[in-house]
């Protein structure tokens, strides 16, 4: 199947063939391999056609074991259906066999006394933010970057021998069909380089190896797709860095929170 370069997430996803094999196009690529936000949408995307009439998603984990090709095989499995909570498993699968696995659990809401959120640090304009690459930096980036307009509100760039491993932006779709649906926010999840980045002084590879992200809310919208995306390194040994991610909506709404585990070679 030949595809467009320029194609936005939601028309990849849609184009999931019979057996969910799906085709990644080059402008959804990191290297050798596919954005991990993309395989882990994917994986989403795969369990709800599989089994449709799910509750909403509360918690997935994705393992990104090894490079995805262009067409990999999505399998699903249902794990188990309890009376809240029903749990999917999910693998992808290229050539050489296993390529990331992921675990989508998803809960029917219910009372509870306990109630708790976290409201985003400051809501500045997206329009009022500097892009966070440079124009004269955007050759160099990943190619899947451009498919998100991301502006810059704390932090600094990649590779700007920075102080602190931490950056606050916002991020959103470029291609309006992919600004709603909760795969498609999976997808915009991992649109930051980890942490760890704006320390380097100078560029090396970075792999992402696993991917948690628990969502607080029952549905996923904000104002013309714009989502406030936090990533805050607070440990890193032998090659590894470990990070805790957060997610806001226009309004301010924390909407998901996650936890990341990255190997750098620098």
Not at 35 to 59: E, H, K, M, S, V
Not at 103 to 118: D, E, H, N, Y
Not at 190 to 208: E, N, R, W, Y
């Amino acid at each position: 199947m030949t595809i467009s370069h320029s194609i936005g997430y939601r028309q990849v996803a849609d184009m999931i063939q019979a057996g969910q094999t799906a085709v990644i196009p080059d402008s959804w690529r990191q290297g050798r391999t596919a954005y991990g936000g993309i395989t882990a949408g994917l994986c989403l995307a795969a369990a709800q056609r599989d089994f449709p009439g799910l509750p909403p998603l509360r918690t997935m984990q994705t393992t990104f074991v090894g490079p995805v090709p262009t067409s990999p095989i999505f399998e699903t499995q249902r794990l188990r259906q309890g009376k809240n909570v029903t749990s999917i498993s999910v693998t992808a699968r290229g050539e050489d066999g296993v390529c990331a696995t992921a675990v989508c659990m998803f809960g029917a809401p219910r009372k509870s006394v306990i109630a708790q959120t976290l409201d985003a640090p400051s809501l500045p304009d997206p329009d009022n933010c500097e892009a966070f690459v440079p124009e004269q930096a955007k050759p160099f980036v990943p190619v899947f970057f451009h498919q998100f307009d991301t502006r810059l509100i704390e932090g600094a760039p990649p590779m700007t021998g920075a102080k602190r491993a931490y950056n606050r932006c916002w991020s959103r779709h470029k291609d309006v069909t992919s600004r709603t649906e909760m795969d498609a926010f999976i997808v915009l999840g991992d649109v930051l380089p980890p942490a760890a980045a704006p320390t380097f002084k100078k560029m090396g590879p970075i792999s992402s190896m696993n991917w948690q992200m628990n969502i607080l809310v029952d549905d996923i919208n904000s104002q013309d797709g714009w989502y406030q995306v936090e990533v805050n390194q607070t440990a890193a040994k032998d090659g590894y860095s470990s990070q805790p991610m957060r997610f806001w909506d226009r309004g301010g709404r924390l909407v998901a929170e996650g936890f990341q585990s990255v190997s750098i070679f620098v």
